[in-house]
């Protein structure tokens, strides 16, 4: 059974970093991707960035391009998000996700992922 828990979120400060993790359990194809999505209240769900199991590609949404990355912990089967220069509007509930085959075309396809963590919140405070 896969499963995917998220940690990390937390109340910060605009301007400030946070560093989210996603700890996976059972088996994941080393070509899948790891996506990040994010949902805030009354709007929805939508994709923040994804890298592939295996670690080597990386694919990040307009709106968090050069403040936010993406890695792969092989030691530790966790995928990270580092957020940088945080704005009020990144407060969401983030997510991670998997069960697809990493596609730059369909990562930001939230129906393509079958396999989701539980969320974990992150606020940022003007």
């Known amino acids: 059974q896969l499963q995917l828990v998220e940690s990390g979120g937390t109340l910060v400060q605009a301007g400030g970093s946070l560093r989210l993790t996603c700890a996976a359990s059972?088996?994941?194809?080393?070509?899948?991707?790891m996506g990040w999505f994010r949902q805030a209240p009354g709007k929805e769900r939508e994709f923040v960035g994804a890298?592939?199991?295996?670690?080597?590609?990386?694919d990040l949404s307009n709106s968090v391009q050069g403040r936010f990355t993406i890695s792969r912990d092989n030691a530790k089967n966790t995928v990270n998000l580092q957020m940088n220069s945080l704005k009020p509007e990144d407060t969401a509930v983030y997510y991670c996700a998997t069960g697809k085959a990493y596609d730059s075309r369909s990562n930001a396809d939230r129906r393509r992922y079958g396999y989701w963590g539980q969320g974990t919140q992150v606020t940022v405070s003007s």
């Open positions: 890298i592939t199991w295996a670690g080597g590609r990386t």
């Open positions: 059972g088996t994941i194809f080393s070509n899948y991707a």
